[in-house]
């Protein structure tokens, strides 16, 4: 079976979120179920840096504005790449959607199109000799493979992916043409979204078989509260959309052998972990103190993962003697809030503003919990390396955080199945309250390490998804025809 995954993230060479854990450790766990996954991403100039052995697979000719090159490469991991060399669309540092001006490039549109054009035309038999049974795309930005593919006689099945509904991808109908998008395409059975083009509402109609990253949140985005305007597109495909909960990479992300972590720990030893507390401490800024409850944030900062929130609730936990420890970097008001409440509280306050990753992986290792208050979350990873990392996870009770943490209430603290904390969403009494509990269950010391225990020994690889993944390529591969 090969799959060609299609995606504008991919770690480690490019990452901004989740998406890009997720598109780079799929192709390892869908190896271990005989599913050879080749990664189709775009040449960002950091991508063309990170790759080796690329060598020109084929020629896509003029691709919205200049020539285009498929590379045939390898990541540091020896993952089989495909990368899309078109300078006039990729050649830029950074982010990889945002301008030195902190806004969208304006030609983002073309870009991802150019993407997704090219997943099709490797559907297509672009490639000598390679023809992929599925070509599997992730959000907005893959969300038009389908979409050129449809109409195509003997085409590979489609999978779209949505990792995040909130963004779609949306141009004016003017650039129909300029994206060598069929004009039947424009309808709104089709990628039409109130007089507009919608990529991913295009991905969503278009793909066989539509996917997002977990149960609850494929529920929740059929609803008009969190289908940011596409939930009746949705509810029309509920047939065709399931929800398969993401993995982590347990490689990666291993207390016992993480080389950005001082003192390697594991459930057996977890007195260790607090020698990774006071490193954290020492870095930001925080008294050293080993009986303080240490908690952390990790996040993009945006209006989506409910920082207004904590914010609110702050007083809770400094009024207990807890102690808080961010990393993030986002919504410049949330950015200056954040500042100032660590010159207001020094010692128990401590932030770093930005992405650095080995920084995140030692406030897991550090901190006691995680803190992640989203208003929803598709699925979110942070929690899930919380539990790894026995920094027991406080969330609200939406998407993906809903589905892998169980709460520490009274009965399944008794059944020995809690592994952290939920909270009603949207709520700053329930974060206070989820706050509040969290200090109760860490005075009881023994009662804690129970719960990062269970947390630490929770299967969250991806070896379920990989099955239910494969499962799903199967099936859509053995159905005989296909609707074009
Ligand atoms: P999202 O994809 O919505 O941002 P996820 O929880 O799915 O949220 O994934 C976020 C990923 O990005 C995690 O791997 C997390 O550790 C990482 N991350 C978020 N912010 C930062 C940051 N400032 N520095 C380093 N890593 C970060």
Redesign the pocket.
Known sequence: MQVLSVTSEFFPLI?????A?VAGALPRALADENVVMRTLLPGYSDVIAGISSAGAISSLGDLFGGDATLLDARAQDGTELLVLDAPHLFARAGNPYLGPDGMDWPDNHFRFAALAWTAAEIGKGLIEGYRPDVIHGHDWQAALAPVYLAGIESRPATVMTI??LAFQGIVPATELTALRLPPSSFTMDGLEYWGKISFLKGGIQYADRVTTVSPTYAREICTPDVGVGLDGVLRQRKDVLTGITNGIDCVVWNPGDDPNVLHPYTGDCLDAKLANKAALQARLGLENDPDTLLFCV???LTA?KGFDLLLEALPTLLEQGGQLAL???GDAKLEAAFADTVRRNPGQIGAVF????P??HQLQAGADAILIPSRFEP????QL?GLRYGTLPIVARVGGLADTVIDANQAALVDGVATGFQFGSDSVTELRTAIERAFILYRNKEAWQQVQRRAMSRNVGWSAAAKTYTALYRELCSATTLVS
């Open positions: 990452k901004t979120g989740g998406l854990d990792h995040n990790i996040s993009r989506q990393l993030g970097s930005g992405y650095d990753e920084l995140s699925c979110g990873l942070t390396y």
